[in-house]
């Protein structure tokens, strides 16, 4: 079992939805949670991060967190084209260093 | 946050050659590592570079293959050594900043 699983994808949304994108990972001792979004032929850049259960909102993005459950989501309202990348989950135990990635999920937002 | 950047930001080689790729941060960090990221693929892990002694390999990678540098704490080098075309791929700088993670624009390498 991997470390960070993500929805394998590839999601489609209209502009304008919402899109859920989902995560769960297998170390308990995780705490720092993290979204990132990459572009085709770009790096992975930071969108979010969270370390408190429950929802943090930022513009269109909220990133919610269950440790109970294992599970970091990121929903887009208002889904626009340009929103269209993948998107990758990330955690690690806080200053311990690097993140674990899951695979990424790669969504499309159709006009 | 931090501003990283990568030199070359692409590069096609030959077969056989090396290419040194260069991570330049805007301030003191104490992580630094190296990833690569094929088309379409998730990241990998290639090493942590560590300023003052010898960079920490991941299982796969080793030492004569991917020589690292970390002179100090705002610079390091990759080098991807005898070259060949399963090399090709996007390599990646990344550094830890107060707990989070993040990428240079990477260097898009090419071997033929």
């Known amino acids: 079992q991997k470390e960070v699983e993500q929805n394998s994808g590839p999601l489609s949304v209209p502009e304008g939805a919402i899109a859920s994108l989902n995560c769960t990972y297998s170390d308990r001792v995780s705490q720092s949670f993290f979204w990132y979004r990459q572009y085709s032929g770009k790096s992975p850049e930071l969108i979010m991060s969270?370390?408190?259960?429950g929802d943090k909102e930022d513009g269109r993005f909220t990133a919610q967190l269950n440790k109970a459950s294992q599970y970091v989501s990121l929903l887009i309202r208002d889904s626009q084209p340009s929103d269209s990348a993948t998107y990758l989950c990330?955690?690690?135990?806080?200053?311990?260093?690097?993140?674990?990635f899951g695979d990424g999920t790669t969504l499309t937002v159709k006009p | 946050s931090a501003v990283i950047s990568q030199k070359p930001s692409r590069d096609i080689c030959q077969r056989g050659t090396s290419l040194t790729i260069q991570c330049q941060v805007d301030?003191?960090?104490?992580?630094m590592f190296w990833y690569r990221q094929q088309p379409g693929q998730s990241l990998t892990l290639i090493a942590t570079a560590n300023q003052g002694s010898e960079a920490t390999y991941e299982s796969g990678f080793v030492i004569d293959k991917f020589p690292i540098s970390r002179p100090n704490l705002t610079f390091s080098t990759l080098t991807v050594s005898n070259m060949s075309p399963e090399d090709s791929s996007i390599y990646l700088c990344?550094?830890?900043?107060?707990?989070?993670?993040?990428f240079g624009p990477g260097t898009r390498l090419t071997v033929l």
């Open positions: 990330a955690v690690k135990e806080t200053n311990a260093g690097k993140s674990t």
């Open positions: 990344s550094v830890v900043v107060y707990n989070e993670q993040f």
């Open positions: 969270i370390y408190s259960n």
């Open positions: 301030s003191q960090v104490t992580m």
